[in-house]
């Protein structure tokens, strides 16, 4: 995303200078966010600041956790104040849908879980834990200094296979993916898009937190048969997949267990997603799977340097 980021600044005549651990073509500034004076440097002219600096999920098994309290925490804390001496506009924070952890996860034949801003968070691993603690944090510096923050919990926009071995074993990646936009994930176009309304809307905003996810066709009296029966709901909020999904040979989940409400998002930022589970219905019957051409361009870039034989990552909650 962060690539994404600059690509579209760019290409929208913005001057933006990307702070990486990793040299890349769209990498100004070889560094991390943990290290204040290289942060302090970078910072310099800087108007609005993208945090989307992070150690993910897939780094749970391979990191420490004071790996991840450095980069998730001290590494934003590092940005925000760095933020305010040099007099920053805004700043917009890149966090995820997995701080609600086991909020998110009702047990077999409850009712799905209706996620919006007001559900408390109740993160899973240590990943969720230290998001919380910078979303915690970016707020505490918005009362102490006034800086202008909008925090955006994003779903899954990767790429790469699922992390649900069962899931691979069951389904089609694209399958997946495609069955994810009905509650769970988001095309990188639309997460760029957010992060740029925010971006316009923070001074007057002041302070934000939202969830940015595709817009789902359920309505919250789904919930009850959502995590019973699935393919139910879906057939009754959008009966055209039967055909499409039949043509590929592609089936639905059996049951969905949650899913992220958007609406907050579009009102307060004036955010438009056009990636929706209609969308991708569109393209596969054009032939294609949905992807922005960003998402295209960027691809896959993974997590680790090494490859796993068991999956993507290794998984540890």
Known sequence: MGEALVRTLLAHGHKAVGLDIKPSDHTTVVGSIADRSCVRAAMDGVEVVYHAATLHKPHVATHSMQDFVDANVSG?????????????????????????????????????????????????????????????????????HGLNCIILRTSRFFPEEDDDKRKRDDFEDGNIKANEFLFRR??????????????????ALRFGCYIV????PFESEDLSALNVDAPGVVCRRVPAYVDVYE???????????????????????????????????????????????????????????????????????
């Not at 095309?187 to 316009?200: G, N």
């Open 247 to 317: 043509s590929l040979g592609w089936k639905m989940f059996a049951t969905i267990d949650r899913v992220y409400v958007n609406r907050a998002a579009r009102i307060d930022l004036g955010w438009e997603p056009r990636y929706d589970f209609a969308f991708v219905l569109d393209s596969l019957r054009a032939g294609a799977y949905p992807r922005s051409a960003i998402a295209a361009a960027i691809g896959s870039k993974g997590y680790h340097d090494r490859v796993f034989e068991d999956g993507p990552y290794p998984v540890l909650e």
């Open 186 to 203: 988001i095309e990188l176009a639309d997460v760029v898009s957010a992060h740029l309304r925010a971006s316009e809307r923070a001074e």
């Open 76 to 144: 934003t804390l590092a940005l925000l104040e760095a933020a305010v001496s040099a007099g920053v506009r805004s700043f917009v924070y890149t966090s995820t849908t997995s701080v609600f952890g086991n909020a998110s996860r009702p047990p077999p034949g409850e009712p799905a879980a209706w996620i919006t801003e007001d559900v408390t968070p109740r993160p899973r691993n240590i990943y969720g834990v230290t998001k919380v603690a910078a979303e915690n944090i970016c707020h505490l510096i918005h009362r102490r």
């Open 213 to 216: 996810s595709a817009t789902t």
